[in-house]
Each structure stands twice: as C-alpha cells, then as structure tokens.
C-alpha cells in the first residue's frame, strides 16, 4: 500500500486526484498548507507526495525543497513528490527543484498513476 499526501488548496484538484487514485495500492491524506506539508510528510511516513503547481503562497518547487530538508534533518531518504503542472513548459522547473515526477493538467488516472510508480520505483 502507497501511502499518498495530496497537497492541494483547489477543491477540485484534490478531487481529480482522488478519483484517478481511488483504488488500491493507495491511501491517500489530503492537506493544504504548504508550509507544514513536509513536516506532515515525515510525520505521516508517506510514500510519495504529490503537489500542486502552486498551492497557497508556495509553489510545488518549494515544496520540493522543504521535503528534501526535512527528511534530510530527519535522516530520511528522500520522499519523492510529484508537480501537477499547469503547463507542459514548467516541467524543467520541476526537474531543477528535484521532482522525482510530474504530470500536467488535466491528467489521466493512467498518466499519474504511471507518474507515481515511476517516482517511487515500483
């Protein structure tokens, strides 16, 4: 079972997600405060983070960074996050912040699924 943090402020970005990640292998944990998500991230063990391209007064790069820092102060492993992107452009932006993935919106349940076992190898 992947264990799943949705860090999203848009009600209907959380739904989409949901509905693309409703079956198993995922549980997911919804929040919507990018500055306490990596904290929660650790807190909750989660598996994968999955973001969006800008939540509150964040974006989803540097929420990248925070998740890095803080598994690092942790002595985690890194827990790989996914961007959801507004634009296919913004992909190299995701891969410079250390995205271990992304997917532009609107997604398919294939495209973030497939997005999802890439960042997590499995």
Request: hydrophobic share 50%; no cysteine.
């Amino acid at each position: 079972m992947s264990r799943v943090l949705v860090l999203a402020d848009e009600p209907w970005v959380r739904n989409e997600v949901h509905a693309a990640l409703t079956e198993p292998p995922y549980t997911l944990i919804d929040h919507d405060d990018p500055v306490t998500a990596a904290a929660r991230a650790v807190d909750e063990a989660v598996d994968v983070v999955v973001t969006d391209l800008q939540v509150g007064s964040m974006g989803g790069m540097a929420v990248t960074r925070d998740v890095r820092d803080r598994d690092a102060l942790a002595g985690r492993e890194f827990t790989p996050v996914v961007i959801l992107l507004d634009r296919a452009a913004d992909a190299f932006l995701a891969k410079r912040a250390g995205a271990a993935g992304w997917v532009v919106k609107p997604f398919t349940t294939a495209t973030i699924r497939e997005a999802l076992e890439r960042a997590t190898g499995g």
